[in-house]
């Protein structure tokens, strides 16, 4: 039902906004067609990425992840991904903040899963916030392995919500929001690559306070 809703509704809007384009009043307003044109790309744009969830998904279950590793910089990476999303946490009037701690951040894994992991985490966060958002991108060190810290000051979660948080399609107490969209599928892609690099994903969370993910990658010297 969450998938058919989420691919139903861009269609409709793209339905909408074409309608509008052909009408009178607006076909010599050059704002208007600038504004209905960015709302189709945007919500073209919003498809592929639940059309991708979905092909994701599907690769997961059928164990069909296959990783590309090598030695990558997982600050330089972070970093990349915290700019693509940076104009969409100014744009709700937030604020993202990174810090680069690990001393040791050269990690054994996938780019594009990796990147992927970073994006799901903020992705998630903005998805789940308050008013005034605040994220927090940390790194540290736990023994062999590189943390990635995604902190968030939203809604947060209770103890079943955090149990079950990691499950294909769950969206906990928030299924009912109409601002969050989403399959339900992004925390279950981020556990399964995660865990295919030989990691784990765990999360820390307080209802009405926010909630850390933290997302353990193995080091490049430890591979």
Same mark, same amino acid.
């Given at each position: 039902?969450?998938?058919?809703h !989420?691919?139903?509704?861009?269609?409709a809007?793209i339905?909408?906004?074409? *309608?509008?384009?052909?009408?009178?009043?607006?076909?010599? *307003?050059?704002?208007? #067609?600038?504004?209905?044109?960015?709302?189709?790309?945007?919500?073209?744009?919003?498809?592929?990425? /639940?059309?991708?969830? #979905?092909?994701q998904?599907?690769?997961?279950?059928? /164990?069909?992840?296959k990783l590309?590793?090598? !030695? &990558?910089?997982?600050?330089?990476?972070?970093?990349?991904?915290?700019?693509?999303?940076?104009?969409q946490?100014l *744009?709700k009037?937030?604020?993202?903040?990174?810090?680069?701690n690990?001393?040791?951040?050269?990690?054994?894994?996938d780019?594009v899963?990796?990147?992927?992991?970073?994006?799901?985490?903020?992705?998630?966060?903005?998805?789940?916030?308050?008013?005034?958002?605040?994220?927090e #991108?940390?790194?540290?060190?736990d023994a062999?392995?590189f943390?990635?810290?995604?902190?968030?000051?939203?809604?947060g979660?209770?103890? !079943?919500? /955090?149990?079950?948080?990691?499950e294909?399609?769950?969206?906990?107490?928030?299924?009912?929001?109409?601002?969050?969209? +989403?399959?339900?599928?992004?925390?279950?892609?981020?556990?399964? #690559?995660?865990?295919?690099?030989? +990691?784990k994903?765990?999360?820390?969370?307080?209802?009405?306070? +926010?909630?850390?993910?933290?997302?353990?990658?193995? &080091?490049?010297?430890n591979?």
């Amino acid at each position: 039902n969450n998938m058919t809703h !989420e691919l139903k509704t861009p269609l409709a809007t793209i339905s909408l906004a074409i *309608d509008a384009l052909t009408n009178e009043k607006v076909i010599h *307003d050059t704002d208007k #067609i600038r504004y209905y044109s960015k709302m189709i790309k945007d919500e073209n744009k919003r498809m592929n990425k /639940q059309v991708e969830k #979905i092909l994701q998904s599907a690769r997961i279950e059928k /164990q069909d992840i296959k990783l590309n590793l090598q !030695e &990558l910089d997982a600050h330089e990476i972070i970093n990349k991904v915290a700019d693509s999303v940076n104009l969409q946490i100014l *744009d709700k009037n937030g604020k993202l903040y990174v810090h680069n701690n690990a001393e040791h951040y050269k990690i054994h894994a996938d780019e594009v899963h990796f990147s992927n992991v970073v994006f799901n985490l903020l992705d998630n966060a903005i998805k789940y916030s308050n008013q005034s958002l605040v994220i927090e #991108i940390n790194s540290k060190n736990d023994a062999n392995m590189f943390v990635l810290q995604v902190k968030d000051n939203g809604i947060g979660m209770n103890k !079943e919500t /955090q149990s079950r948080v990691f499950e294909k399609f769950y969206r906990g107490h928030t299924v009912n929001l109409h601002n969050v969209k +989403g399959f339900g599928l992004g925390l279950s892609y981020v556990k399964a #690559i995660v865990e295919a690099h030989g +990691g784990k994903v765990k999360v820390e969370s307080v209802l009405g306070k +926010g909630s850390t993910f933290s997302a353990y990658f193995p &080091l490049a010297g430890n591979a």
